[in-house]
RNA sequence: GGCUAGGUAGCUCAGCUGGUUAGAGCACGUGACUCAUAAUCACGGGGUCGGGGGUUCGAGUCCCCCCCUCGCCA
């Protein structure tokens, strides 16, 4: 296969608490998957994510743990960074938008838009709180909702009866910051992005994409034709914590205090953080440029995002109107995307995962009860492609103790254990295969094309199946020749079939890594090879280690779930998040 | 209310541009094996493909109507 540059993209998680099984399933887990195989197949990759920290929900996390903003965004970027990499996700760059690459390159991108006529200044009408000397976006303001009577409802929507508001349609509102109820109507000045008059261009480019899933494109054509159409949209906020909207060369007046859009800036990260990957490690800007600057080198890099359905929206739409606005110019050239993997939403036990009602099973809780593999083989291999999908613990336990503990695992552990007990802990020489032999490996070099064509499609839970079925593949061909009765009577002949059956092994830790990377590690550990090179050769890759190999026999790769256990975690993950 | 996506064996899901007796995993039953984490392997039972019309030689697969779930928007 001929080496290609594929740069990866996660949906970058907001920093207001640590994200449950949800999030992680949606973006972050099945691009790690992708990045890692692309990187298993020879080929190179930038896989970038960040956090996304700018905007009113993180001030007003920060206030309620009572740090200055900075601070806050700080201590829970390191915190998620912590959990990443408890899942193993190999991001090459883990950045923060609030990062000053992402300040230069946001204003950047505003000043070209601007330029181009693509930027409008409007003025409204916004609830100003004199007390606190600021504007009220959002939900910084609170008050009685006029549909449902709900005392505490916030300025954009009713937590307790659902309904949309608009901040002046609230019933004695009042500051969330400080209470106050010293509030009054001023006029503001924003700048909002004039999409409208991209809407064509952002159609043709959406058309021409006839291999992107139909939850992508119908989410996309349908903001772009619903009702009045596309939007222009607002991209700055009466707010201290983000890129501030008046800078040097800004070719506005008048935006002092102001900042960007959380949503504007936020998939600039991608390239910011990128950019970031290049300061972390001593290089210049054409080391990210190549990436993403499709006039310095990036023509054949293939771009794709991963989301879930929440996120598309402003991925086929706003950022990319930003692109194409920039792109006009003529100037510098940007990398728009090429595919959008979406997901839909993952349920927990017959509800919604939720973060502000701490409902379901939180990143940091998942690691705390089982290491990273178990929960990487279940999210991924019942990840929510098609439609929304569901974690019960029953079918958590059932998944993972039959498909990794008794199937794989017990695969490992039952040919490793056979061998050292008949011939000891190395490869055992003598015999030769027949027709079995054949057979398993015809089939397992059509379940390798099927592997890897889902893998390059995406398609996870296909992936996740065509991968199970190799390794029981191995489980047959062991019931079916039996070494363990073979031995008795042509030791040989069995020492041929525990050879083969070892290398398959190490066949299973090449093929598993990007669903399993430390169950991989360990295999590899335990038959002290180092060589993880992708196999182009089933038969070539059952005879790569020789006989005379020396080999550990390994600690169970994993232990079963006991119906206890589940019971316990059923139980203490069934409320609330304290 | 508008729109998207769904409704296929007890459970979780595959079924591409319509074509032989509708598939997989789990669960269940029977058998084989005993190397292994009471693991594995084989075989089997089980579905009027949400409901009703229609197009067609032929529909889970296309068209229309209705019901239900989920989500987005209003």
Not at 8 to 19: D, E, H, L, R, V
Not at 126 to 138: K, M, Q
Not at 175 to 199: D, I, M, P, W, Y
């Amino acid at each position: 296969m001929d080496m290609a540059r594929h740069l990866i993209t996660s949906a970058i998680p907001y920093i207001n608490g640590i994200k449950h099984l949800g999030n992680l399933v949606g973006s972050q887990l099945p691009s790690d998957l992708f990045a890692r195989y692309m990187r298993a197949r020879g080929h190179e990759v930038m896989f970038i994510c960040a956090t996304d920290e700018h905007g009113t929900p993180a001030e007003l996390a920060a206030a309620k743990a009572g740090k200055p903003v900075e601070d806050y965004c700080r201590e829970m970027h390191e915190t998620q960074a912590e959990i990443a990499r408890g899942f193993r996700l190999s991001f090459d760059h883990f950045g923060r938008s609030s990062s000053d690459r992402n300040t230069v390159l946001t204003q950047y991108f505003a000043r070209v838009l601007g330029e181009q006529g693509l930027i409008e200044e409007k003025s409204e009408k916004l609830f100003y709180s004199v007390d606190d000397g600021r504007f009220l976006p959002d939900r910084y303001i609170e008050g009685t909702c006029p549909n449902c009577g709900y005392e505490k409802a916030r300025g954009d929507q009713c937590e307790n009866c659902t309904k949309q508001l608009d901040p002046t349609d609230l019933i004695n509102p009042r500051s969330a910051v400080s209470g106050s109820t010293n509030l009054e109507l001023r006029e503001t000045k924003h700048l909002f992005l004039r999409q409208k008059t991209l809407r064509e261009d952002i159609r043709t480019w959406i058309k021409s994409k006839a291999d992107w899933p139909v939850l992508t494109t119908s989410i996309a054509l349908k903001w772009l034709d619903d009702g009045d159409g596309l939007q222009d949209r607002g991209i700055t906020r009466d707010l201290y914590w983000g890129v501030p909207a008046q800078f040097e060369g800004a070719p506005w007046t008048g935006m002092e205090g102001k900042v960007f859009y959380v949503w504007f800036d936020a998939p600039i990260e991608y390239i910011g953080a990128t950019a970031e990957w290049a300061d972390a490690n001593g290089l210049d800007d054409s080391a990210w440029q190549r990436w993403w600057r499709t006039d310095k080198g990036a023509e054949d890099v293939t771009y794709t995002e991963f989301m879930g359905k929440d996120n598309v929206p402003f991925h086929t739409l706003s950022f990319p109107a930003t692109l194409i606005g920039v792109n006009r110019a003529g100037g510098e050239q940007w990398k728009m995307v090429d595919y959008i993997k979406s997901f839909n939403y993952l349920n927990y036990d017959g509800g919604q995962f939720s973060t502000s009602q701490g409902r379901g099973v939180f990143m940091d809780q998942a690691l705390s009860i089982l290491p990273a593999d178990y929960w990487r083989w279940w999210l991924l291999s019942h990840a929510p492609e098609s439609s929304d999908s569901e974690f019960t613990w029953e079918n958590f336990q059932t998944s993972v103790n039959k498909d990794l503990a008794d199937v794989l695992g017990n695969f490992v552990s039952r040919i490793t254990k056979f061998c050292r007990s008949k011939f000891g802990e190395a490869l055992p020489e003598g015999g030769s295969w027949g027709e079995r032999e054949d057979a398993l490996i015809a089939e397992l070099s059509t379940r390798l094309a099927a592997y890897e064509s889902f893998m390059e499609a995406k398609e996870v839970r296909k992936a996740a199946t065509e991968l199970r079925a190799i390794w029981v593949a191995g489980n047959e061909y062991l019931q079916s020749v039996g070494p363990w009765t073979v031995f008795k009577t042509d030791p040989a002949q069995a020492a041929a079939q525990t050879r083969l059956a070892l290398n398959l092994m190490r066949l299973y830790a090449i093929l598993s890594e990007p669903f399993i990377p430390d169950a991989a590690g360990l295999i590899l550990a335990a038959l002290k090879t180092e060589d993880r090179s992708w196999p182009t050769d089933i038969r070539a890759a059952l005879t790569h280690l020789p006989a005379g190999h020396a080999f550990e026999t390994p600690e169970v790769l994993f232990r079963k779930i006991a119906d206890e256990e589940r019971e316990e975690w059923q139980k203490r993950f069934s409320g609330v998040r304290s």
